[in-house]
């Protein structure tokens, strides 16, 4: 017997949920509605009417499949072409989820989503859904048939693993725009001491071509090296403008929940850069320029409002 009608908007009613969920664990939103997908089609398989709490069960099935997707990521991302970085979401976007806690907020900011690779997907699955979705211990144990201990075990190892890369607290996103708008007046300035200065010492950068767009697999370390390949970065010349298929237009956007920059080209998104602002500096750039990893950016850029660029002589 098929879905009933009434069964599909159930379910559709809580997919939005899912991929925000998957998107969390896989880090890319093709993958995440892929898994939503191969969700559906388990619970059109299922016997539904017997299915006590549809939300829990969904669940369960959900994380199964994205532990499943993430087991074979891994080996798929030791062939990736360069440094693998997460699919960048822009303001609005449902697969984001709920933002009303600094918990929430923070799973799903590009740099941590960058840091949860070096999770196990175990600790990536009860971290996701603990503290982006508050699931209990007890649900939580029940989804991944551990105990309410273990989860709870699981769930301070990944904390202890993400804040050996987070040291620094984060600072408000007013005085974070302002430091976007000094960055690129720095970077278009033909200078490396202004950058230098906006820079921690032990400043990164690091990019995601895919093998499709040129990106430096090793990250520039130190602030003097990330000033320098930021300064060339934004120096005009027409071997870019071809790169790029065009003049980009150059905007501050929020992406992940974060203020980063956003270079597009005749409306189509080329390049979204997450700088890592913090209380000292900014800490960290990281560039996702592959093709793949910004269709869904360029869908939703063209559905909203972004104003005028910051820059567009490039």
Not at 5 to 34: C, K, N, Q, T, W
């Amino acid at each position: 017997m098929g879905l009933r009608m009434s069964d599909v908007d159930r379910f559709e009613a809580f997919r939005p949920r899912l991929e925000a969920i998957a998107y969390r664990l896989l880090g890319s939103a093709s993958e995440a509605e892929d898994a939503a997908q191969e969700t559906f089609l388990r619970w059109q398989a299922a016997d539904v009417e017997h299915i006590e709490v549809p939300e829990a069960w969904l669940t369960k099935v959900l994380t199964r499949v994205c532990l499943n997707q993430l087991a074979s990521a891994r080996v798929r991302r030791e062939t990736y072409v360069g440094r693998w970085l997460p699919e960048p979401l822009l303001a609005g976007d449902p697969m984001l989820g709920p933002a009303d806690t600094a918990e929430q907020r923070e799973s799903v900011s590009y740099a941590v989503l960058t840091l949860m690779e070096r999770l196990s997907p175990s600790e990536r699955a009860v971290y996701v859904l603990r503290e982006a979705f508050d699931y209990p211990h007890r649900e939580i144990a029940e989804i991944l048939d551990i105990t309410e201990a273990a989860s709870q075990q699981i769930l301070h190892r990944a904390r202890k693993h993400l804040a050996d890369g987070r040291v620094r607290a984060e600072i408000d996103q007013g005085a974070a725009r302002r430091i976007v708008e000094e960055f690129l007046a720095a970077a278009t300035s033909g200078r490396t001491e202004p950058l230098v200065r906006l820079l921690t010492a032990d400043a990164v950068s690091v990019g995601d071509g895919g093998g499709k767009v040129p990106a430096r697999a090793k990250a520039f370390e130190g602030a003097l090296a990330v000033a320098t390949f930021m300064r060339g970065l934004f120096r005009p010349s027409k071997a870019k403008r071809a790169l790029a298929g065009g003049s980009p237009e150059i905007h501050a956007a929020t992406v992940n929940g974060a203020w980063g920059i956003v270079a597009v080209v005749d409306g189509r998104v080329v390049g979204v850069m997450c700088p890592e602002i913090t209380g000292e500096g900014i800490a960290a750039f990281r560039n996702q320029v592959n093709p793949d990893k910004l269709q869904r950016a360029t869908r939703r850029w063209a559905a909203t409002d972004h104003g005028e660029p910051l820059l567009s002589a490039f």
